[in-house]
C-alpha cells in the first residue's frame, strides 16, 4: 500500500468523546514515529484527506495545525504540507534497531506512558508498587465488612464529586499535610492521569499554553499535547525548577497553568527546597496563572521528614493539588483525588462526569474505612521501610559497578535515579542493548516534549525490582557501558598504532 494510502486508511471513530481531529492528529502523529511517513513525504490536501474521511474540512485543518505545532509537518505556500525531517531524522536516530520491531513498538508505548515488560526482564522500568507489597487480604476484610454494611448499594452510581464520607475522610487526612479544605473542593478521581485530563479539560483551550518542568512526566504531555496546547519546557534545577527562566517565560507568555512535582519528581527524583516552593508561589500569584502540583509518591521520603505541598503554602487559590493512592498502595484501583479552588468548582465537575460520571463506588466505600482506620498510615510506613532498603542497595550496586562518567544525583524518595550519559552514549543505544540482556529501562526522550533532549538520559526505577535483581541489573548496565567507553577508546586510538 502506497504510504499515503496508509493515510487515506486511518480509523476514527465518529462516537467517541475524543475530537475527530485529535484522533487524526494522532493517526498520523504514530504514521510518522513509526517511520512509515518518511522526512519531506507530502501529505494529502486538506479538501481531499477530509472528503475521503468523511469529515468537515475544518476537522482536518485542526489536525494538520496541531501536527505543525508540534514539529511534526510543515508548509510551503501554495505548495502543500510535508513531514518534517527534523521530526522525522529525531525517530530515525531514536529506533537504533529499526530491524527489530519490539524495540520500536516499545518506543511508542512509552511515548504514551506505557511500558511493554518482557515476563524475564529485570524491570526498571515499572514505576509502581511491587505486586508483592499489596495488602490483599486486608482489603479483602474490608470488602466483605461493605458488601454486608451496605449491600447493592456498594455497586449504584456513585456521585460525581466522589462519595462524601470518603471526601470527608480526605479532608481529615490532608490536616496532616498541612493543607485545610472542605469536601466541596475534593474531587474523587480514577487514577492521577485522570486528574491531569479533567483539569486540561476543565481549562484548557486549543492553543492555550502553558509551562512543564523539563523533563517531566511523559503522561502529562501526553495530556497535554491532546488537548491542544502549546508546552514551554523550563529545566529543572537540583533544587526545582528554574524560575529565572519560568519568570521569563511568564513574562513574554499568557500562561494558563504551571505542570509541577514538586516531591521526588518523576523522572529526575529531585525534590524542590522551601524556597524554590516560596519563589515559585510568589511568581504565580505575580503573574496571574495557575499551579498544577502532582504529588506522585510524596509520602516515599527516606529522611525523618518531607518538605510541606506547595497547597499547604498556598494561602489563597493558587494551587490545584492532585494526589493519587493507588501508585504507592494498588495501581489498578485507579483511586486519587484533586483538591481545587472554588471558583472552578462547575467546570471541574463537569469534566469528571464527562470522563468517566463516578469513580468506582465499591472501591471508593472500601477506601473511606481504609482511610478511618488508620490502615493507611500504617501501610504507608511499612512500604517506606521495604523501599528505603532498595534504595540502599541501588546506591551500593551503582556505587560498585556504574562507571564514574556517568553522573546522578542521590533522590530524597521516590523509585527513580535519573543519569546523564557520558559522551557518545545514547539512551536509545543503551535501551537495545540492555533490552537484550534482558534488562529494562526507560530512554530519556520519553520525557521531553523535544524527544531528541532526552538522548543523553535514561530513568531506572527500582519500584518493581526484586532484591536479588538490583545488582545483577546494575552490573549489566555498568558493563555494557564500559565496553562501549573502551570500544570508543580504542577506536580514537587506532590510527596512531
Known amino acids: 500500500m502506497d504510504v499515503i494510502e496508509r493515510i487515506y486508511e486511518?480509523?476514527?471513530?465518529?462516537?467517541?468523546?475524543?475530537?475527530?481531529?485529535?484522533?487524526?492528529?494522532?493517526?498520523?502523529r504514530d504514521l510518522i514515529e513509526l517511520g512509515i511517513l518518511s522526512a519531506n513525504a507530502k501529505l494529502p490536501p486538506v479538501r481531499k484527506l477530509a472528503s475521503r474521511l468523511n469529515v468537515n474540512m475544518v476537522t482536518v485543518i485542526n489536525a494538520y495545525r496541531l501536527l505543525e505545532d508540534n514539529?511534526?509537518?510543515?508548509?510551503?505556500?501554495?505548495?502543500?504540507?510535508?513531514?518534517?525531517?527534523?521530526?522525522?531524522?529525531?525517530?530515525?536516530?531514536n529506533i537504533l534497531h529499526d530491524e527489530d520491531r519490539i524495540i520500536r513498538d516499545d518506543f511508542k508505548l512509552m511515548?504514551?506512558?506505557?511500558?511493554?515488560?518482557?515476563?524475564?526482564?529485570?524491570?526498571?522500568a515499572g514505576n509502581s508498587l511491587s505486586p508483592e507489597y499489596f495488602p490483599v487480604d486486608i482489603f479483602k476484610n474490608l470488602i466483605i465488612e461493605i458488601l454486608e454494611?451496605?449491600?447493592?448499594?456498594?455497586?449504584?452510581?456513585?456521585?460525581?464529586?466522589?462519595?462524601?464520607?470518603?471526601?470527608?475522610?480526605?479532608?481529615?487526612?490532608?490536616?496532616?499535610?498541612?493543607?485545610?479544605t472542605t469536601p466541596d473542593n475534593v474531587q474523587v478521581i480514577s487514577g492521577a492521569q485522570q486528574g491531569l485530563d479533567i483539569v486540561s479539560k476543565a481549562l484548557l483551550n486549543f492553543g492555550d499554553k502553558i509551562i512543564v518542568e523539563s523533563p517531566t512526566y511523559a503522561g502529562a504531555l501526553a495530556v497535554f499535547n491532546t488537548r491542544g496546547a502549546k508546552v514551554i519546557e523550563v529545566p529543572v534545577q537540583s533544587d526545582g525548577i528554574n524560575t529565572e527562566l519560568l519568570e521569563y517565560n511568564l513574562k513574554n507568555n499568557r500562561i494558563k497553568f504551571i505542570y509541577v512535582m514538586p516531591d521526588f519528581q518523576n523522572p529526575t527524583g529531585i525534590s524542590y527546597s522551601l524556597e524554590k516552593r516560596k519563589e515559585l508561589l510568589r511568581l504565580a500569584k505575580k503573574y496571574n496563572t495557575l499551579i498544577i502540583e502532582d504529588d506522585y509518591v510524596g509520602d516515599l521520603y527516606y529522611g525523618e521528614s518531607k518538605e510541606m505541598p506547595?497547597?499547604?503554602?498556598?494561602?489563597?487559590?493558587?494551587v490545584i493539588y492532585i494526589k493519587s493512592f493507588s501508585k504507592l498502595f494498588m495501581p489498578g484501583l485507579r483511586l486519587a483525588f484533586l483538591v481545587f479552588p472554588t471558583k472552578y468548582y462547575d467546570e471541574i465537575l463537569s469534566a469528571k462526569h464527562i470522563s468517566d460520571i463516578s469513580t468506582s463506588g465499591l472501591i471508593q466505600r472500601v477506601f473511606d474505612l481504609y482511610i478511618r482506620r488508620n490502615l493507611w498510615k500504617s501501610?504507608?510506613?511499612?512500604?517506606?521501610?521495604?523501599?528505603?532498603?532498595?534504595?540502599?542497595?541501588?546506591?551500593?550496586?551503582?556505587?560498585?559497578?556504574?562507571?564514574?562518567?556517568v553522573k546522578y544525583n542521590l533522590p530524597k524518595g521516590g523509585f527513580n535515579f535519573?543519569?546523564?550519559?557520558?559522551?557518545?552514549?545514547?539512551?536509545?543505544?543503551?535501551?537495545?542493548?540492555?533490552?537484550?540482556?534482558?534488562?529494562?529501562?526507560?530512554?530519556?526522550?520519553?520525557?521531553f516534549n523535544n524527544s531528541a533532549l532526552?538522548?543523553?538520559?535514561?530513568?531506572?526505577?527500582?519500584?518493581?525490582?526484586?532484591?536479588?535483581?538490583?545488582?545483577?541489573?546494575?552490573?549489566?548496565?555498568?558493563?555494557?557501558?564500559?565496553?562501549?567507553?573502551?570500544?570508543?577508546?580504542?577506536?580514537?586510538?587506532?590510527?596512531?598504532?
Not at 486511518?10 to 498520523?28: A, C, G, R, T, V
Not at 506547595?310 to 493558587?318: M, R
Not at 532484591?467 to 570500544?487: A, P, S, T, V, Y
Open 418 to 447: 535519573w543519569f546523564s550519559l557520558p559522551d557518545g552514549i545514547n539512551s536509545s543505544f543503551l535501551y537495545g542493548e540492555a533490552l537484550r540482556k534482558g534488562v529494562l529501562i526507560i530512554p530519556g526522550m520519553v520525557f
Open 310 to 318: 506547595l497547597k499547604a503554602l498556598d494561602n489563597g487559590e493558587t
Open 149 to 180: 454494611r451496605d449491600r447493592g448499594y456498594a455497586f449504584g452510581y456513585q456521585e460525581s464529586q466522589g462519595f462524601l464520607p470518603l471526601r470527608e475522610s480526605i479532608v481529615n487526612f490532608l490536616g496532616e499535610y498541612g493543607i485545610y
Open 379 to 405: 501501610h504507608i510506613e511499612n512500604v517506606r521501610r521495604i523501599y528505603k532498603d532498595k534504595f540502599k542497595k541501588m546506591i551500593d550496586n551503582l556505587q560498585k559497578y556504574m562507571p564514574k562518567e
Open 71 to 93: 514539529g511534526y509537518i510543515y508548509s510551503r505556500v501554495g505548495s502543500g504540507t510535508y513531514v518534517s525531517p527534523m521530526k522525522a531524522k529525531s525517530v530515525q536516530e
Open 454 to 497: 532526552g538522548e543523553r538520559y535514561i530513568r531506572l526505577s527500582f519500584a518493581e525490582v526484586k532484591d536479588e535483581d538490583i545488582e545483577k541489573g546494575i552490573e549489566m548496565l555498568g558493563n555494557i557501558i564500559k565496553q562501549h567507553m573502551d570500544k570508543k577508546v580504542q577506536k580514537s586510538l587506532s590510527p596512531l598504532l
Open 10 to 28: 486511518i480509523d476514527i471513530d465518529k462516537n467517541s468523546e475524543q475530537p475527530l481531529y485529535i484522533q487524526i492528529y494522532e493517526k498520523i
Open 111 to 124: 511515548d504514551r506512558g506505557q511500558v511493554y515488560i518482557r515476563s524475564d526482564a529485570i524491570n526498571f
